[in-house]
């Protein structure tokens, strides 16, 4: 346990110090206060520390030998987000706060109140996974809080929801298979590669040839590129594979039965792709490509059981696409 407590500070400590430098460097002033790194800091114990298994096994612990103990620490998710918009000059009122307390409390207390234990889902799960994506996929807090253009607290609302969602169904659920877990194994790497290629094949062609991106590579430096890739594997990347692989196609194998995984992969991946229809430019070429996306990134979670190999799939796609592919979106 020691020992993974420092690594956990680690992780903390690096990914922190990177951000602020990123946000002195390039924001300044509100948006590198020592409140914004705080804040981030405190978001990132949480992020790194569900992806130890002897951390989630202690809270795990805690909530079957004092149940209120464990819905305060999932309460405490709730400072990170008021700090960040205290400190960033977004707009705050008794009705945003509310709203931030609702969304942390309402799935916590629906899946330790009513939420079954054991691997067959039920309504309840797919009510806590809506409680929880919907809001962010709307991109509600954005609009509720009214966060200045350029703010970097735009993370926020999709890292908070996946650190609640790991709260929620890791700790509170005990939902088996979802797979988050920082091991840094070559199998992980060697399926993601093979998912990004199996991706590029199909996927180059099409979005060239329905003119959905042109071909025009562009580099702004070593520095800004891997701030770049940084950025969207930890707060792109990571945290959707969370939602679409980790919880949706999980429940989804768990609840369509006798026919092996492939229904709930194909599912999952159509979910996932028009997920990106309230992204830029937001049509169906969009939709079609993030399905088939969502094809490799599930195949590569269906064979390793971990969140890394279609994280680092995921990534690398995005970083193409942002490099050497853009479209007008982007």
Known sequence: ?????WIITGYVLSLTLIVAWFLHRFKGGEYSSPGVVLAFALLMIPYFALG???VVDTLRAVGRSNRSRLIVMGLMLILPGL???LSSGARMSASNLAALVAYVSLPIALLSGWGQKGPRPSMVDLIAVLLLWLPVEAQLFEKIWNVPAGNPSYVLAKTLGMELAL????VVRRLDGVGYRFRFASEDVTVGLIALFAFLILAVPTALGTGFVAFDPHWNGPGHWVLMSLGI???IALPEEVLFRG??????QRTIRGHGPWPALVISSVIFGLAHLNNPPGDWRYVLLATMAGMTYGWAYLRTGSLLAPSYA??????IGRTLFPHNGR
């Not at 346990?1 to 407590?5: N, P, V, W």
């Not at 919880?247 to 989804?252: M, R």
């Not at 995921?314 to 970083?319: E, G, R, S």
């Open 1 to 5: 346990m020691k020992r993974s407590l």
């Open 233 to 235: 594997f930890f707060f």
């Open 247 to 252: 919880l949706i196609f999980n429940i989804l």
């Open 314 to 319: 995921h990534a690398l796609v995005d970083i």
């Open 83 to 85: 700090i960040v918009l």
């Open 167 to 170: 709260f929620c169904f890791v």
């Open 52 to 54: 130890f298994d002897l």
